[in-house]
């Protein structure tokens, strides 16, 4: 829950004003939840969307259910079946390198974890996407400050990864990932740049359960 409130504001901007669905591959835009964890988040949305029945929500995890802790392709909707980090931001640039080789229009949003880049394969991907100046891909970076084993600055500290991007060659902004008028602006000035981009946007792990203390939640069978 804690990894699925936090990027919530961010998946609602981009589903609900820049993702666009077609049928033509080329053109629509390709949205990649690389952090497949917070998958309740991705469902809701898709829910909000019309894409699957609000009645599944509540099946959750079940064995009955398609809608399992991390994401499939057979849901509609969703682009890549992810779970296993590090590795959606590659299918990311493949898409892109794709698109762009047939004069597509599509974009490519990746949201990625902050704990997610300890992956070595970020780091070549990264690399890789600057080299081909893949100016159609733009990664967004939930900065919740934890990973599995605890919070980041414990672990593995990544206060320096903003520099990193941007000295390998990505136009690198920073974001409120609660605020979604910040959020907005920001997706807009990074669309208009020429070069891939990466949104390091800071949110609260777990954000809104504080409200939820308390109260009396029944169980809706």
Known sequence: MGSTLSCVEILTVLL???VKITSDPLSKDWLILS???AAPAL???????GL??????????SLESRLQGHPDVMIPGVDMSTGSLGQGLSFGIGVAIWIKSKGGSGRVYVV?????????Q?????????????????VIIDCNGYQLDGRLSEVKPKHYMPLVWSV?????????GHNVPNIISTLDEAIRVKAPTVIFAKTVRGRGLKQLEGTDLQRVE
Do not use: S
């Open 16 to 18: 609900r004003k820049y």
């Open 35 to 37: 952090k497949g964890h």
């Open 43 to 49: 469902y809701a949305l898709l829910a909000e969307n």
């Open 52 to 61: 699957i029945p609000y009645e599944e929500l509540i099946k959750l995890q």
């Open 112 to 120: 990625m974890g902050d704990g997610e880049l300890d992956e070595g």
């Open 122 to 138: 970020v780091w070549e991907a990264m690399t890789d996407a600057a080299r081909r100046n893949l100016d159609n891909l733009t």
């Open 168 to 176: 390998v060659g990505w136009e690198v902004f920073l974001c409120d």
